[in-house]
């Protein structure tokens, strides 16, 4: 296996009061094990994907400026290189990425994998993604209300990349020509709203996936939290204040 060169010096544990699971899948390798500052274990869930998160929030508890330009979380922490490698190293380990149709567009140029966000390590990823036998891209999984997407973004433009949409009855009425390079499908999960539980059932039963991140945004996290499917959650604490303004609303780490 390659071995990643890390963000610059290892990351500092602070403290560890975790014992080890014998209900896990795999432990991460050594090499990365040295940059990482200890195991990361991951544990397999029974019926659904082990789900884990991934903010950065600001002093003032908000992961996004909302601002045309700076809405996504690398401007929350000034695009920093440790918090960049360790979401290279969360969807490296990820079988499928879920997001809000909002948080899609906030980065419509990126591939959603963890090459596009630590390239320096892009192939100690890949191979760590090929040793813990997953596919060379994540699952993405769009979580749409409306349906309403544009498949001409850049992000949908890799023939590699493999889409689900998970929306409503009304949403997939919506769904306009899905005419792009990556392989789309439409998952219809209720009426007038997404059934989470469902989803997740079916992402672990009919698409093999056994690890999920959820990457946001707010409302997606706190629909996930509602519904008990957040097993761990990582979060990058940066020393920003974002503030609000009285016409922008700047979404704080839960919503709705």
Known sequence: MSNPVGPGSAFQLLFDDASPSANSSSSL????????G???QVPVVDGRPYT?????????????????????????????????????????????ILMGDVTVTME????FCAET????DADAFTALRRSE???????????????????????????RSHILLATTTAGAANVSDCDCAATVEVLILG????????????????????????????RVFANMLDAGLIDEEFVTLCPTFIGRTPTRHRPSYTEG
Do not use: H
């Not at 390798?29 to 990482?36: K, M, S, T, V, W």
């Open 29 to 36: 390798p050594l090499a990365f094990q040295e940059i990482y």
């Open 38 to 40: 200890g195991d990361w």
């Open 52 to 96: 884990f998160s991934n903010f950065a929030q600001s002093r003032d508890g908000r992961i996004s400026f909302a601002d045309p330009g700076i809405a996504t979380g690398g401007d929350v922490t000034g695009f920093n290189v440790y918090d960049r490698w360790l979401m290279g190293l969360l969807r490296a380990r990820a079988d499928a």
């Open 108 to 111: 419509p140029e990126f591939i």
């Open 117 to 120: 966000i630590s390239p320096n």
């Open 133 to 159: 036998g997953r596919k060379e891209l994540p699952l993405v999984v769009i979580l749409s209300l409306e349906g309403k997407i544009d498949w001409t973004l850049p992000c949908f433009q890799d023939a």
């Open 191 to 218: 009426d007038d709203i997404v059934d989470l539980q469902r989803l997740v059932t079916m992402l672990y039963d009919g698409f093999g996936v056994r690890t999920l991140l959820c990457e946001g945004g707010s």
